[in-house]
């Protein structure tokens, strides 16, 4: 009798791992409670080149108004010559209203020539706010560190007004990338359906293995 309920019961599998990955598919999107994805944001390469002089105590900085909420680094590319062996090079960030948000240094060993050098920031933003990045290095007077820049059409959308020393430059911007983590959108869900959809398909077979078992016995 109680293997009668137990085959009865087991024969409603298949509406069941249907439901479940369902249910699965829609916790990604449109509900956004499972999953996330990285988004980049960035500037041309095209047009750029290191005409933004750091190596003097210059200070640089950047508005931009963040796409997602979950920003996770800001990425700038540099020219060096010559060695530094005490230099820093600090990314301080703060909100429209000048309250400061984060602060990092990166040593001269981690500040490399030509590639993108990543500024570790992890913090969650506002999307309808601008906020404002400050880029300075110290003891690199014995040699030149220079940032890459271009005019203002290398973007990326995020980009506002660009400051140096305090004065507006409307013919330089530096390059820049803005990496985000944020919920999977419309647009990136697709990946983690599919993979939902075959973990739902592998359940199937294992449990329609078992049923033949099952009869065969």
């Avoid at 024969?11 to 990955?21: D, E, K, R, V």
């Amino acid at each position: 009798m109680a293997n009668e309920k137990y085959k009865k019961l087991f024969s409603f599998y298949p509406c069941i791992i249907a439901g479940l990955t369902l249910l699965l598919c829609l916790s990604v999107w449109p509900l956004r409670l499972l999953g996330h994805t990285v988004y980049k944001s960035a500037s041309l390469e095209r047009g750029i080149f290191p005409n933004l002089n750091l190596s003097d105590g210059s200070i640089l900085t950047g508005e931009f108004t963040p796409t997602h909420r979950q920003l996770d680094s800001i990425s700038f590319r540099f020219l060096i010559s010559g060695q530094a062996r005490e230099g820093t090079v600090e990314l301080s960030l703060s909100d429209d209203q000048g309250h400061d948000i984060y602060s990092v240094i990166l040593e001269s060993g981690d500040v490399m020539n030509y590639r993108w050098i990543h500024f570790p920031v992890e913090t969650e933003l506002e999307t309808d706010r601008t906020y404002i990045w400050h880029l300075q290095a110290d003891g690199y007077e014995e040699a030149s560190l220079a940032l890459y820049s271009g005019s203002p059409v290398i973007g990326p959308e995020e980009a506002g007004p660009f400051f140096y020393n305090g004065a507006p430059e409307e013919k330089h911007t530096p390059a820049v990338i803005y990496t985000y983590t944020d919920k999977v959108d419309k647009a990136h869900c697709l990946p983690y359906y599919t993979v939902i959809l075959l973990i739902g398909l592998l359940f199937f077979s294992m449990c329609r293995k078992f049923e033949k078992t099952d009869e065969d016995a």
